[in-house]
């Protein structure tokens, strides 16, 4: 708003509060369809229902949550969900979480999601899809998770991998540079007995380590919203990540010390070698291609600390870098996320379909039929309105802003020059 509202500004603040009053806020925060298709020990695998019961094609997309976070990072609102973009894209998408940890759940380290959660729903996944292979995406430690997973078990059915704000070096990260110096003379055994003690990290700690990770944001958000009342898509995308942060989920004790002692305090991510339950995970094991993007204002996971990554993937049959607008949460779902990051995801699947079958043990005759059918399916029941359709193509999907592709608060790079990063120089 104005320092003085105009008056449309003044009645469409005055319509917000009354919506928010009268029905409780702004965001449509009803969850895409889902079922389950298959579920284990923290392990709960859903399939997203295809949107107008069309058969989606291609091959399928698993989005890897990260451990704390509530799944609803992929499915935020109505409008900013990835969820919902890839279905409306009719593309095959499957999610895998994790339920709610428990004290007992305390004894349960990384190598439970990564040697076995991961690896199972890829599988499951795969199995469903008709035994094609997965376009795995992972969101911050679901990132992590996935890189892990495909540099330990190459064999599994991957065609391809998307890491979105994963840092793989921890002392390119503002809020834990100040606290390098106390890691190395702070007794181990302090931290070891306080995460036990607890058995994790709880849900309110977690909580507020997220919130106190946006920073200024957290002082200066009263006098944001007076500013945006008259934004109905601004103050619903707030309630949107209200409503993620107070279902943040708890860390398992093991998991937490693991991730304390081996990416912060040793900080084994940046070498690209993992100790992984008694056995070394190599990075460079992986060739899938990669993808993977940064936020501008990701005070969580830096340029930097993400663009790590890229020097370690020296086998991948591609890695691509890309700055996109937003924080950690926002260059996932946030409203900029659906003209930049969404396109580029795009893009990227639609670049790397999956070439061979050998995972699934499918025959090349059923691999070929697979992969014409979506492309000969349009022509051949729209071929007098070729034109047509090929003038709605762009309407239905959006551009991307290659302004702000690849673009940084400090403007060092340009939107060309982004994907020249993942390049070796």
């Known amino acids: 708003m104005d320092l003085i509202p105009k008056p449309e500004q003044v009645v469409s603040a005055a319509s917000n509060i009354a919506h928010k009053v009268l029905y409780g806020g702004l965001a449509d925060l009803r969850r895409m369809p889902r079922t389950l298709i298959d579920e284990g020990p923290l392990r709960e695998v859903y399939h997203y229902r295809p949107a107008k019961q069309v058969r989606a094609t291609g091959d399928p997309v698993l989005l890897v949550t990260p451990l704390a976070a509530p799944a609803t990072c992929y499915d935020l609102r109505r409008g900013c969900s990835l969820v919902e973009h890839f279905v409306q894209e009719d593309r095959p998408t499957y999610l895998v979480e994790y339920g709610e940890i428990s004290f007992?759940?305390?004894?349960?380290?990384i190598e439970h999601w990564v040697g076995e959660v991961v690896p199972a729903a890829i599988r499951a996944v795969s199995e469903h899809a008709g035994g094609r292979p997965v376009h795995l995406i992972g969101w911050s430690l679901g990132g992590?998770?996935?890189?892990?997973?495909?540099?330990?078990?190459?064999?599994l059915p991957i065609v391809s991998l998307t890491v979105v704000g994963s840092p793989f070096d921890v002392t390119q990260v503002p809020l834990v540079a100040p606290l390098r110096p106390l890691l190395s003379v702070t007794p181990g055994g302090l931290v070891t007995q306080a995460y036990r003690a607890l058995g994790g990290a709880p849900k309110p700690l977690v909580r507020r380590a997220f919130q106190l990770s946006s920073g200024s944001k957290v002082l200066t958000k009263p006098l944001a919203v007076l500013q945006h009342?008259?934004?109905?898509?601004?103050?619903?995308?707030?309630?949107?990540?209200?409503?993620f942060t107070d279902h943040m989920i708890a860390y398992p004790g093991r998991t937490f010390g693991q991730l304390y002692h081996r990416m912060v305090k040793a900080n084994q991510l940046r070498d690209g070698v993992v100790d992984h339950d008694g056995r070394e995970i190599r990075l460079d094991a992986i060739t899938v291609p990669v993808l993977v993007?940064?936020?501008?204002?990701?005070?969580?996971?830096?340029?930097?600390?993400?663009?790590?990554?890229?020097d370690l993937l020296p086998n991948a049959a591609e890695v691509r870098f890309e700055i996109v607008p937003g924080g950690h949460l926002g260059m996932l779902t946030g409203r900029a996320a659906r003209e930049t990051t969404w396109v580029v995801m795009d893009e990227w699947l639609?670049?790397?379909?999956?070439?061979?079958r050998k995972a699934s043990g499918k025959s090349p005759t059923k691999k070929t039929p697979a992969k014409k059918t979506p492309a000969k399916k349009t022509p051949a029941k729209k071929t007098p309105a070729k034109k047509a359709s090929a003038k709605k193509a762009p309407a239905r999907k959006s551009t991307p802003s290659r302004s702000a592709i690849g673009s940084?608060?400090?403007r060092r790079y340009g939107s060309a020059s982004s994907r020249n990063l993942g390049r070796k120089p």
């Open 104 to 109: 007992r759940d305390r004894n349960l380290g």
């Open 144 to 155: 992590t998770f996935a890189v892990l997973v495909a540099a330990s078990q190459p064999k």
């Open 229 to 243: 009342l008259d934004d109905a898509e601004w103050l619903a995308q707030i309630e949107a990540v209200d409503d």
């Open 293 to 310: 993007f940064a936020g501008n204002t990701d005070g969580i996971a830096p340029i930097n600390a993400v663009r790590r990554l890229v």
């Open 350 to 356: 639609a670049q790397h379909p999956a070439r061979a």
């Open 408 to 410: 940084n608060p400090d």
